[in-house]
């Protein structure tokens, strides 16, 4: 994954996390407990924590244990979160072609089936 990050390419910022983010179809920014947020369909898919550079974004358990456990300068979990399927990401860290990977599959994991396929459809035509 981040084994392709130049030290050269500027960090992902909150601009960078938007720019993904909106580029899926239906997502909408929004707030949530006061801090940015996206969602599909009014179903909750990320969270910019009060630091502006961490992302709590929602995540399959088994690519959460994966992920913090082989790069944990990136992806990480707090109390917090424990039993939730949410993974906290180092935004300046993560390489932005990962985290566009990460939030596209939220995004599909939460998205209705037909949005998705719509959108697989028009991305191979």
Do not use: C
Not at 24 to 31: A, T
Not at 55 to 80: G, N, R, V
Not at 104 to 123: G, N
Request: net charge negative; hydrophobic share 40%; charged share 30%.
């Amino acid at each position: 994954m981040s084994e392709n990050y130049q030290d050269d390419m500027p960090p992902v910022t909150f601009d960078t996390l938007r720019e993904i983010a909106l580029s899926l179809p239906d997502v909408e920014e929004g707030f949530t407990h006061g801090n940015p947020s996206f969602r599909v369909r009014e179903k909750f898919l990320a969270v910019l924590k009060e630091d502006g550079e961490t992302l709590a974004l929602k995540m399959d358990q088994f690519d959460i244990d994966m992920l913090t456990a082989l790069e944990p300068d990136i992806y990480f979990i707090t109390d917090h979160y424990v039993g939730w399927e949410m993974v906290l990401i180092r935004l300046p860290q993560i390489h932005p072609d990962d985290l566009r990977q990460h939030f596209e599959q939220a995004w599909r994991r939460r998205a209705p089936k037909r949005l998705v396929a719509a959108y697989d459809k028009a991305s191979s035509a």
